[in-house]
């Protein structure tokens, strides 16, 4: 299994709404990370987690906290959240920390109604 | 915050024509990757490059990571239908740092 995997794949919600997206990897990767993406835009990283632990909060608002249950499932839920917050979002895992090469998720896209 | 500066923006191929993309930046990278991504899909590593001076194929695909450490091309050869997408270029300043992007080259290729 070399793919990391994201659900739901498309996700549409209200501002008052709670939701959340879920990440999984079974290569054994010890670092995961949440990205944001807006269209015709390069991915920007929001959250890194070392060995289950959150590393790097990219100032990220706290409508949006991630959850790492364990080395293979990242979670990112979702509360109150503004339209403008409408963007891809992406998962990644590395081997190691962030020095190691990181593999993407297909994305889950999200608009906030 | 530092920067990666990916050219050109956008490009317009026949099939089979060879494609040139590069990113430069005025900071020293430790690592340059290059990914691809396709519409509604997450990018896709096509080639991590660790050492100054690497040259790396993979299939169609070659990337250099320049010898300053400022900078890394892409080379793709006779493009085919499936290359069209957006080409991302990201680099690591230290070992342990954050990704940066390069802003991306979207590539067409004219039927």
């Known amino acids: 299994d070399t793919e990391v995997t994201q659900t739901p794949k498309h996700l549409v919600m209200g501002m008052t709404n709670k939701k959340s997206l879920k990440c999984e990897q079974h290569m054994g990767h010890r670092a995961m990370y949440w990205y944001k993406q807006k269209a015709k835009k390069p991915p920007e990283l929001m959250f890194v987690?070392?060995?289950?632990?959150?590393?790097i909060n990219e100032s990220v608002p706290s409508r949006f906290s991630p959850e790492c249950p364990n080395s293979s499932l990242l979670n990112l839920h979702l509360h109150a959240l503004q339209p403008e917050d409408s963007a891809l979002y992406l998962c990644a895992s590395s081997q190691g920390g962030l020095e190691e090469t990181q593999y993407f998720g297909p994305g889950t896209r999200l608009l906030v109604l | 915050g530092q920067q990666l500066n990916q050219s050109p923006q956008s490009m317009f191929i026949q099939e089979g024509e060879d494609v040139s993309m590069n990113c430069t930046s005025s900071?020293?990278?430790?690592?340059w990757l290059w990914y691809k991504q396709e519409p509604g899909e997450g990018p896709v590593l096509l080639i991590a490059?660790?050492?100054?001076?690497e040259l790396t194929s993979n299939g169609r695909l070659t990337a250099q990571f320049g010898i300053t450490r400022k900078d890394s091309f892409l080379n793709i050869s006779a493009s085919i239908p499936s290359d069209v997408g957006i080409y991302f270029c990201?680099?690591?300043?230290?070992?342990?740092?954050?990704?940066?992007f390069g802003k991306g080259t979207r590539l067409h290729i004219l039927p």
């Open positions: 990201a680099g690591q300043l230290l070992r342990d740092d954050k990704i940066i």
């Open positions: 490059l660790y050492k100054a001076g």
């Open positions: 900071s020293i990278f430790n690592t």
């Open positions: 987690y070392s060995y289950e632990k959150l590393s």
